[in-house]
């Protein structure tokens, strides 16, 4: 019984729309030199990510799991 349990529960955790999405705050990515590819990828916006690499010989990016995901039609 706690096994079937355990494998409902496990199986709805995955099929959940929620566990499926992309936390908002890793849209943007600091790269450069001291940084690799694809580089830090905490920033929700490209401003923050901007005033991060200002003064640094870092530049801003897309984070590539965004950039190169399918588009899903629900």
Same mark, same amino acid.
């Given at each position: 019984m706690r096994r079937t !349990? *355990?494998?409902l529960?496990? *199986?709805?955790?995955?099929? $959940?729309p929620a566990a499926? #999405?992309? &936390? #908002?705050?890793? /849209?943007?990515c600091i790269q450069g030199r001291s940084w +690799?590819? &694809?580089g830090n990828c905490q920033f929700?916006?490209?401003?923050?990510? *901007?005033?991060t690499? $200002? +003064?640094?010989s870092s530049y801003c990016g !897309?984070? &590539? /799991?965004?950039?190169?995901s399918q588009q899903r039609d629900y």
């Open positions: !349990i *355990l494998t529960a496990s *199986l709805a955790a995955v099929a $959940s499926q #999405a992309h &936390p #908002a705050n890793d /849209r943007y +690799g590819y &694809p929700a916006s490209y401003q923050q990510c *901007l005033a690499a $200002s +003064g640094t !897309i984070n &590539p /799991r965004y950039a190169f």
